[in-house]
Nanobody, 119 residues
């Protein structure tokens, strides 16, 4: 079994910053990708950013230049540094672990953490 525990959400003013963390534990393969997705009210869940175990990153166009994803492989923890936050970034943010190689990957999700950007 795999568990993902998120932290770091909250209320921030436009232009502010937040840092999300997600710690994974359990049976984690060496080949994996960790990432963040978000879901705003009335909208579908969308990709925010992902990072492979080798450090390759991928970002949604809407967050490029503002958000930075990183990971600590020793702790199997992924971080999302969010700067210059906008009201449209308001959503529940979910941590994701794609565990294993692509041909046999299993996805795990965290419980979600609320991020609200408002003045």
């Amino acid at each position: 079994q795999v568990q993902l525990v998120e932290s770091g959400g909250g209320l921030v003013q436009p232009g502010g910053s937040l840092r999300l963390s997600c710690a994974a534990s359990g049976s984690i393969f060496a080949i994996n990708t960790m990432g963040w997705y978000r879901q705003a009210p009335g909208k579908e869940r969308e990709l925010v950013a992902t990072i492979t175990n080798g450090g390759s990153t991928n970002y949604a166009n809407s967050v490029k230049g503002r958000f930075t994803i990183s990971r600590d492989n020793a702790k199997t923890t992924v971080y999302l540094q969010m700067n210059s936050l906008k009201p449209e970034d308001t959503a529940v943010y979910y941590c994701n672990l794609a565990n294993g190689p692509l041909r046999s990957v299993t996805h795990y999700w965290g419980q979600g953490t609320q991020v609200t950007v408002s003045s």
